[in-house]
């Protein structure tokens, strides 16, 4: 349930085209319903703007089918991230109206298209290995309604890659920079653009890369003032953040 249909649901109360005892039918499983192994949010969406997002990694796909379900029978889009592609099959085949992105490992369908929210997002990747976290990213904001732009593989190991763009780059309004090795393109970023950076560390790089840990504590302590950093390999937590800032704004 969102903010649309609640506007719609007393409207149509007020106009005498719906009783109040069929409204309070429809309203009676708020804030949440609880279906055993989840208590399933349905009132983030008039929280947050955002329905409940399914985390895919750790659960069965049945207690994802069964979350899953629940939304859409209170007409609400459904995103499930991290989900492998050996459990999307059988998530699939329980609901066949998801559609699953194998780069970004995001299993969705829209009940309705998402407001758009005025701005514009660039999503950057040091490097092609960074994809599938920026690729969920961009899937993310595509589906709350955001507008992405991607820009990959510009890391600092070619630094002139990235100079290429700058002008792309300070037309947009939030950047999400994605990076794995020594995390240093959220740095360059920074000093490039005036919009809010958002930077997202991978867990692509060498030993003492430390599955990410390395670029982390770089973009932590980075001399570019004011980047927000996630946690490693968010891409999702990142196109969520762009969302706040941008959904907020006057």
């Known amino acids: 349930m969102d903010t649309e249909f609640l506007r719609m649901l007393l409207g149509d109360v007020a106009a005498g085209k719906t009783p109040v005892d069929a409204a309070l039918e429809s309203l009676k499983d708020l804030p949440y319903r609880d279906i055993g192994a989840a208590r399933v949010d349905l009132h983030r969406a008039l929280r947050q703007g955002i329905p409940e997002v399914i ?3 750790w ?3 049945e207690q994802i089918s069964a979350v899953a379900r629940e939304l859409l029978r209170h007409q609400q889009s459904v995103m499930i991230t991290r989900l492998d592609p050996q459990k999307a099959v059988a998530v699939c085949e329980a609901l066949p109206e998801l559609r699953y992105n194998p780069v970004s490992r995001i299993a969705s369908h829209e009940v309705n298209p998402p407001p758009t929210i005025p701005g514009r997002v660039a999503v950057v990747t040091a490097g092609t290995a960074d994809i599938p976290v920026a690729e969920e990213a961009a899937e993310t904001a ?3 309604g955001l507008q992405a732009h991607r820009i990959f593989d510009c890391g600092v190991a070619g630094l002139h890659r990235i100079l290429d763009r700058r002008e792309d780059l300070r037309s947009m309004d939030v950047v999400i920079a994605v990076a794995g090795m020594e995390g240093a393109l959220p740095s360059v970023l920074g000093g490039l653009v005036a919009c809010p950076v958002i930077a997202v560390p991978t867990s692509v790089g060498y030993g003492a890369h430390l ?13 570019a003032s004011g980047v927000v950093v996630c946690n490693i390999d968010n891409g999702f937590g990142a196109a969520v953040a762009a969302y706040r800032i941008l959904s907020r704004r006057k």
């Open 55 to 57: 985390l895919g990694e």
């Open 59 to 61: 659960k069965t796909a």
């Open 142 to 144: 595509r589906l709350i």
């Open 211 to 223: 599955g990410g840990l390395a670029p982390l504590a770089t973009m932590l302590t980075t001399c």
